[in-house]
């Protein structure tokens, strides 16, 4: 029941190419391949993400990315202070 017989794909080839028409497979195809590169991307990344932070907490150590206090972000402009308008002098 699970084996994929030469006549399952063939009729598998006809019903996409009447479907999608013969110039839109192509497309598709290259599609659905970026899309399977991207979610293969991301689920590699949120693994090594994952393995990362618990070597670190085994470590005992902070995670590697430092939360900033509001009060420590740099604005934009160094010489504004904060809730004071700046100037474009452009």
């Known amino acids: 029941m699970g084996v994929v017989k030469p006549w399952h794909i063939i009729v598998l080839v006809v019903v996409?190419?009447?479907?999608?028409?013969?110039k839109r497979l192509p497309d598709?195809?290259?599609s659905l391949g970026r899309s399977l590169r991207i979610i293969k991307a991301e689920t590699r990344g949120l693994a090594d993400d994952d393995v990362r932070g618990k070597a670190e907490a085994q470590a005992g150590r902070e995670p590697l990315t430092p939360e900033i206090p509001d009060d420590q972000a740099s604005p934009l402009d160094d010489s504004a202070q904060p809730g004071q308008r700046v100037r474009n002098n452009n």
């Open 16 to 22: 996409l190419i009447l479907l999608f028409g013969a």
């Open 28 to 30: 598709a195809a290259r």
